[in-house]
């Protein structure tokens, strides 16, 4: 029987180049260096108007020996890593085609130099960056793709909901995502930029809401977007794994079924029931609740029930177990660290406590969420 690998699809870091050049500026996205009582006290910060000052930076974000020490901790086998936000997004785009470019080289590095899990895997693998920024050009953007596809270790790229400007759902990017459909590079939707902040008022709730609403929010209207702007009915084969579980997404998508119905411009456009295309993406299973993620299975499942030709019916019971197999599990590391120094980070027990729970999931199912998923996804044998 294959072993049972633990494998994390969500979890970053700041390239040392990345970091550097974070270091060297003065406005946000910036790293703030100084010291306290002596001892470094550098503070990241990325958003605009990041609450509290800002939050600790340090070698977990950058090392390789952390990442590594982080997963033999929580008996991480394998990690899937990501740059993490804000990417390149604030750079002009010459800047950020060369930078995208040489990060990606030493994010290859960064994996190709790991340690061997098995004979014919490494410990690490990653997502890899394009330039996506206003004013870039379609062929920059495709020659990066084609870059990323030639590294061996890069599965993936990362990218946030802004696109070259006018959001996902731009025509412009049909030759990108043509060209990663073509590579099989899983597309890994991540958020950076929340919602308009004044809806979170004036009272002092440090990073809370951006980071549990904001977050989540962002990336369900940019997946809504893509639906609506057809884009899975153009790329079938595109390959899209959500953040945070897809946020509210899998919630909403009976209202949003029912919003396109109400609406002749937006249904003629659209080849299939709003709910059927949840079927066709990835979810991580970083939602911290097993109540969640056996929600999050349903809803995938159900999609089956939007399939051209399904006899099923609303009420037919869903078969939670498949829609286990689009679910991985992640830790957002180095986000999220414990508040008091402790071996295990309480963000990571929880959510893997959360697949181990899941009412109606079998030992298959939660090995597959755990590990077995990702190595399929991303072809790891
Ligand atoms: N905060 C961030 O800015 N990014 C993450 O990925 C998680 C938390
Ligand atoms: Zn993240």
Redesign the pocket.
Known sequence: MALARLVDV?T?LYLPRYAQMLRSRNSVPRILTSTRDGKPDDRLL??DHEPSGG?PVGPQYWDREEKLKFMNAHGIDLSVVSS??PWLDFLPASEAKTLASQLNEDLEQYCSDSPLLSPSLKRLYGFGLLPLVPEISTDALVQTIEQISKLSHLKGIIMGTRGVGKGLDDEALDPVWAALETAGLVVFL???YGVDEKAWGDKNNG?VLP?ALG?PFETTIATTRLILAGVFDRFPSLRLLL?HSGGALPQLSSRLASCIDHDPVVASRLKHDARWYLGKLYFDAVAYGPEELGFVSDVIARSERFETGSSASAGTPVDRALGSRRMLFGT?HP??PPLQSTEKWRSVVENLQAIDTVAGWGQAEKDGVRGGNALALFNLG
């Open positions: 969500h970053h990325i958003l939050r993490a936000n991540h958020p950076h990073h980071l977050f953040a957002d986000f999220f």
